[in-house]
């Protein structure tokens, strides 16, 4: 699904030229105010045009026609950047599209396998309807495995092609429609109606269509708005000065009605007004590519408002599994027997923490790893009520476990748990790693440190974070010691151990309370109410339908790392908004010095002093400053698309930064562009006054 | 320019920045009811007015009841004081038994005092009787200025209080802005005034014979009062002499205290303070100029105390600070400068630069700083005649008061509008840094960009519309004086300075026709209103938020960078908006000029 684009795809630039000339519609224009007037501008230099082609006017028509021309351009250049941002999306929903035709469904008459089968199309599933899917059957709706466990290969959604199981109760009991069971059987309760389901959402999402505009999207269009009344008035109320000032000069002209809406439309934001749509929906389409599907664009902005993130140690923090670093003998025990012991009672236990056991005895005390039926030993697996696991091998019993349990089966072979290593066990724990004691028989041979291992690079993620000034919270089912001694190690700014579903929702409470927008993700069915409460709530693609609908995003990847980068994406969409809208602002000092100069300087010839750009005369000026507003949407609309670069810094160096590069550059870029596209008009030689 | 007379601009702001803390600090403990010096005095007072009207102290209003009040207050002051003036031939206190005022000027009249404008189109020594003054104008200057300093305080509390209903009750905050503020200092400087001779009695005007004689060619009228042209077709003349001249009085100290210090502006005489008895000695110029921004400068640091910052007032004295002393300081340029227009101009040009207009006693140094402070503020009242600066000297307090009489602006009204523009900045500036943008731990949104957008558009809109109209029409036309680019700045000023409720005017219009007070009255209303319903507004929504706590990713208000960004904001949105109109003005003028 995470379908890559090239930025210059020729097919999407086609697809997406051809659209611009559709959108100019008045009545698509009018729910964006800022481009509406200028395609009103168009509209009205037209007229002036024809009309000036039967009755000559102060303004030549091929002035007229260039202006006009350049107006239609700039409005057809912002609904160009529109279509693009749009065009990426619509791929990926006409992938989606095809996994969502429409497949026969054995509903089943009652909640279970052998219950009667009647074959219905997918459509017809209404949520509560139980269906049984087989080997090699798409699964028709969103669902909740109830009986069966079964592989299912998601990959129509999530990209990825390892099947994963899905089985009944558990975190692992959500189905998607439109993906594949590889084997075995399971039976589903349907839990969405038609149009409603995770496919339908997701591709409402990514096409745009449901799009609504955010908060502070619809609060700087407010802001643009009024803007732009301002220049209205500023330039309309021109006529009748330059009335005034024509008899009080007794020469020239009054400004015409072309130059005004030149003038007008060059000073109204038409910049970020004619990007604003697509940096909206190039931001929903960066979530899309980082494989996170938002339920809203209300969503994606708030996580850049995030202060503090809840990440679960176990697979963020934490590569999710304790390795072993070190051997510790009890008094009289040689290192190297109780490294051979831990390896043989780990030959067969394929965890993690059994391999990197075997792992350490190899590396540092050269025990080489043996085959274990060649040693004729039997594996003794870890099963909850002896939390012991290890070999029998030649009558000889060896046995790893947590101490209180090794301590009670030593005990029972007449054996007696060594003082020596009780203080060891506690060392350990104290450090905040986990003591697994070994014994042969009945002796104690000594004790394994398993250790969690953060994640590498984590640190430095968290220091970013920092300078963002965003809070980290580690949640962990761990003791406070253990959750503490990972904490300083991956250098989080606080933690949550022995978290229970409550601790977590009262602590997503308490940040609230005090005014911070809380972000976490979860995929449990117990992490609903929390995913719920959350502002930003990241829902794991694997975990459980509860999870997904509590949560406002879903990551298809199902990786908690995923939600920096989500921040990350927020944030630089509001951003793109700021500077661009900064850029835009910035430009009409540049613009008035333009044509202002131009417009009065028949009545005032002595105002061509304000012509600090020694602009070849009042035609080329005026449309110089027209092309470039319209070549600079053009020039941005990668810039509007890809977003701002984001660097994790304070706010105070990004403003800094930003206001160096879109404030200045704003003002200096156009006397610049407009001198360039100046000089090459007046080398055409069309305007010679 | 002259180093005594950037010495002495050099002083006045040094003794104003000395001013801002006690003062500020005190008004802040006023607002929040906290222990101050004339508290166990005036307490009293207070209680019993409460009790008097009917006020429950305690009792605090919703934004929108909060603009119910100060809107119905405003309107029976204004019905009250548009009949004083109707009736003042049948009132007491009228010596010089004045006429009743016509009906469309005591309408411009009333508004202009009830909305902080105080716009003149009467000459005050020919038109007012004491009573009318006095018991009418004066009060309007303190209420009206008692307003703003409400209206700011319902805003602040828009900040401080987290998820309420309410921004304070309107009768407290009037009557503890007059009762403890305005009337104590008002006090004291009229004190002061009457000691440098500032005058302050009811005696009818006193008829003296001239020092010197003065003689001068009078035009000779028929009958009818048209006048007689000689055989040339010239108008005809005949010497005459002056012998004796009319010196007026009245209870003018008092009045003069509180229109300098509410940034009213409205002289008690014709041509304001630069009138000797109304600015009499440099000690009286220096105090009156300094009354002017005393309170609204102050006003910040109450602001900056009241949110429990004060580094936030800080940066929103030095904001106004850095954009009105350059432009101060080129006005004083632009006066004193060898300008080609002032050449071979003969008596009026002094060593001191251009002085058509301007009191020798006073100097072009004092002029600018006037000029500029009173526009800069929008007091409004004068020293000099701006309509004689040169077109460079005279586009500073136009360009002032265009940026929307934010840069310290009226008492109250000036940060209010000030708090907005910082509103629409960290709005940009809070996206620019990847957050929804949050002041003062509120979090700016859309309700609050469209307030802040009415504030911005209203008074923007009301000069380009009204000058335009005024620009074109018959009647708009006939007040002006000069032909060219200066007839134009001259409508451009007056609807800037009615719309932003400054009241200054660059004379030479004749305004005081039906047009000219109903149009400008209209501009007053919405200049002032316009601005104070989306101000209580705003306070009703920030009122009701949470509050969002700094972190190292909340955009800081208070440093340099953030200064400069604010600064950046208000002038390109100031420019932009009048760009065209400027050019067409003062612009034109000077190109013209300098040629």
Request: aromatic content about 8%; some cysteine; charged content about 15%.
């Amino acid at each position: 699904m995470a379908v890559k684009h090239n930025l210059f795809d020729w097919r999407l630039i086609g697809k997406a030229s051809a659209e611009s000339v559709i959108k100019l519609n008045p009545l698509y224009q009018v729910r964006k105010p800022v481009m509406f007037i200028v395609e009103i501008g168009s509209i009205l230099t037209t007229v002036l045009f024809v009309y000036s082609l039967y009755k000559p006017s102060g303004d030549p028509p091929l002035f007229i026609l260039a202006v006009s021309l350049w107006l239609w351009f700039t409005v057809i250049f912002a609904n160009f950047a529109e279509s693009m941002a749009e065009g990426r999306g619509k791929a990926q929903a006409e992938n989606l599209r095809n996994s969502r035709r429409d497949i026969s469904a054995k509903l089943l008459a009652a909640p279970t396998h052998d219950a009667a089968v009647t074959v219905v199309a997918s459509p017809k599933l209404r949520k509560g309807d139980c269906v049984l899917v087989g080997a090699g059957d798409i699964i028709p709706s969103d669902g909740d495995v109830i009986e069966g466990v079964a592989s299912v290969n998601e990959s129509a959604i999530t990209g990825e092609s390892a099947p994963v199981i899905r089985e009944s109760g558990g975190d692992r009991s959500a189905v998607t429609g439109g993906t594949l069971v590889v084997s075995d059987w399971l039976v589903i309760r349907i839990s969405a109606n038609p149009g409603e389901t995770f496919i339908d959402r997701m591709i409402s999402m990514v096409e745009g269509a449901k799009r609504q505009k955010t908060p502070n999207e619809i609060a700087l269009d407010i802001l643009l708005a009024g803007l732009t009344i301002i220049f209205l008035i500023a330039t309309v109320t021109i006529v009748p000065f330059s009335i005034f000032s024509v008899k009080a000069a007794g020469a020239g002209s009054p400004v015409s009605v072309t130059t005004i809406t030149a003038l007008l439309v060059c000073l109204i934001p038409t910049t970020i007004g004619g990007l604003l749509s697509a940096i909206g929906i190039a931001g929903m389409d960066r979530m899309i590519q980082a494989n996170v599907i938002a339920m809203s664009g209300r969503a994606v902005e708030a996580a850049g408002d995030v202060d503090v993130l809840l990440l679960d140690k176990t697979g963020t923090i934490t590569l999710g599994n304790r390795y072993a670093t070190e051997f510790i003998p009890a008094k009289g025990v040689e290192i190297q027997q109780l490294a051979e012991a831990a390896q043989l009672s780990s030959l067969a236990d394929e965890t993690p923490e059994g391999r990197s056991i075997v792992v350490l005895a190899e590396n540092e005390y050269g025990i080489r790893e043996r085959d274990i039926h060649a040693l004729h030993a039997e594996f003794v697996p870890f099963t909850a009520h002896t939390r012991m696991s290890g070999v029998n091998m030649d009558g000889v019993e060896i046995r790893k476990g947590a101490s209180d349990a090794v301590a009670e089966y030593v005990k029972k072979q007449g054996g007696a748990f060594p003082a020596d290593v009780i203080n060891i066990v506690e060392g350990i724990a104290r450090d905040g790693a986990t003591p697994l004691v070994v014994a042969k028989g009945k002796s104690v041979l000594g004790v394994i440190r398993l250790k969690d291992i953060v994640k590498g690079g984590i640190k430095e993620r968290f220091h970013e974070l920092r300078a963002m000034g965003i809070k980290t919270i580690m949640i962990t089912g761990d003791n406070p010691l253990t959750a503490a001694a990972v904490a300083s190690d991956a250098g989080v700014d606080d933690f949550l151990a022995e978290a229970t579903p409550e601790a977590k929702l009262k602590l997503i409470r308490q940040y609230q309370a005090g005014g911070k927008l809380v972000a976490m993700t979860g995929d449990g069915t117990n992490d609903a109410p929390a995913l719920a409460q959350a502002d930003v709530a990241v829902a794991m693609n694997s975990g459980t339908q509860a999870a997904k609908e509590a949560g406002n995003m879903v990551d298809l990847d199902s990786n908690p790392t995923k939600l920096i980068e989500i921040v990350e994406i927020g944030k630089q969409l509001l951003i793109t908004r700021g500077t661009l809208t900064t850029f835009s602002i910035a430009n009409d000092v540049a613009k008035y010095f333009a044509i202002l100069p131009a417009a009065f300087l028949s009545i005032y010839p002595e105002l061509g002093a304000l012509n600090i750009m020694r602009l070849a005369n009042p035609h080329t000026a005026i449309l110089s400053a027209v092309i470039f507003n319209a070549i600079i949407i053009v020039i941005l609309i990668p810039l509007a698309l890809k977003g701002v670069k984001y660097r994790p810094l304070g706010a105070q160096a990004l403003l800094r930064n930003n206001l160096l590069i879109y404030g200045l550059g704003g003002v200096a870029v156009p006397f610049v562009g407009i001198k360039l596209i100046d000089m090459l008009i007046s080398a055409l030689n069309i305007f010679t006054k | 320019m002259t180093e005594n007379g950037l010495l002495q601009i050099g002083l006045y702001f040094v003794t104003l920045v000395l001013l801002i803390k006690p003062l500020g600090s005190y008004m802040a403990d006023v607002y929040d009811d906290a222990p101050h010096i004339f508290r166990p005095a005036l307490k009293p007072v207070e209680r019993l007015l409460y009790r008097i009207f009917g006020v429950k102290d305690d009792d605090d209003m919703s934004w929108k009841q909060y603009t119910a009040s100060v809107l119905v207050f405003t309107l029976f002051g204004g019905i009250l004081l548009y009949l004083q003036q109707r009736f003042q031939n049948h009132l007491p206190l009228n010596p010089q038994g004045f006429p009743a005022v016509s009906w469309d000027s005591s309408i411009n009249t009333a508004v202009s005092f009830l909305t902080n404008t105080n716009w003149q189109g009467y000459g005050g020594e020919s038109t007012m009787s004491y009573l009318t003054q006095m018991a009418g104008l004066a009060v309007h200057n303190f209420l009206s200025a008692a307003t703003g300093m409400a209206v700011l305080a319902a805003l602040i509390r828009g900040f401080t209080r987290r998820s309420a209903q309410t921004i304070g009750n309107f009768w407290v905050d009037l009557t503890r802005s007059t009762l403890y503020i305005l009337l104590p200092l008002s006090i004291v400087f009229t004190l002061v005034l009457v000691s440098q001779g500032v005058v302050q009695n009811f005696k009818p005007y006193k008829t003296v014979p001239l020092m010197q004689k003065v003689t001068y060619d009078k035009p000779v009228v028929d009958s009818q009062g048209n006048p007689v042209k000689d055989a040339s077709g010239k108008d005809k003349t005949e010497p005459a002499a002056l012998t004796e001249q009319s010196l007026p009085g009245g209870p003018a100290a008092s009045q003069i205290a509180i229109k300098q210090l509410g940034t009213n502006g409205g002289g008690f005489f014709n041509v304001n303070s630069a009138h000797p008895y109304e600015n009499p000695t440099p000690l009286s110029n220096f105090l009156e100029a300094l009354a002017i921004l005393l309170i609204p400068a102050a006003l910040c640091y109450t602001f900056g105390k009241m949110i429990g910052d004060t580094r936030q007032g800080w940066a929103v004295l030095i904001t106004m600070f850095v954009i009105l002393i350059p432009l101060l300081i080129f006005c004083y340029y632009a006066e004193t400068a060898d300008a080609p227009y002032v050449k071979g101009l003969g008596a009026a040009i002094s060593s001191g630069g251009n002085m058509e207009g301007k009191e020798v006693r006073i100097g072009a140094a004092n002029s600018a700083l006037w000029a500029a402070v009173t526009t800069a503020a929008s007091n409004g009242s004068v020293n000099a005649m701006h309509d004689s600066f040169s077109p460079l000297g005279g586009l500073v307090p136009m360009f002032l008061i265009q940026l929307g009489e934010i840069i310290f602006g009226g008492v109250g009204s000036g940060l209010y509008g000030m708090i907005i523009f910082v509103v629409i900045a960290v709005f940009v500036a809070g996206l620019m840094v990847g957050r929804t943008p949050e002041y003062l731990g509120k979090k700016i949104e859309a309700f609050e960009m469209k307030m802040a957008a009415l504030v911005i558009l209203i008074p923007a809109v009301c000069v380009l519309l009204g000058t335009g109209a005024a620009v074109v029409l018959k009647d708009g036309i006939a007040g002006i004086a000069n032909p060219g680019p200066h007839g134009f700045s001259e409508i451009l000023y007056a609807f800037s300075s009615c719309a932003n409720n400054n009241g200054s005017a660059f004379a030479g219009l004749s305004v005081n026709t039906p047009f000219y007070n109903i149009l400008l009255a209209i501009v007053m209303i919405a200049g002032r209103f316009g601005v104070i319903v989306p101000v209580l507004a705003v306070a009703g929504s920030l009122a009701q938020k949470k509050y969002v706590p700094v972190g190292s990713g909340t955009l800081p208000t208070h440093t340099p960078l953030f200064i400069v960004f604010l600064i950046g904001i208000i002038i390109i949105v100031g420019a932009l908006t009048f760009l065209p109109a400027i050019s067409l003005g003062p612009v034109a003028e000077h190109v013209i000029a300098a040629k």
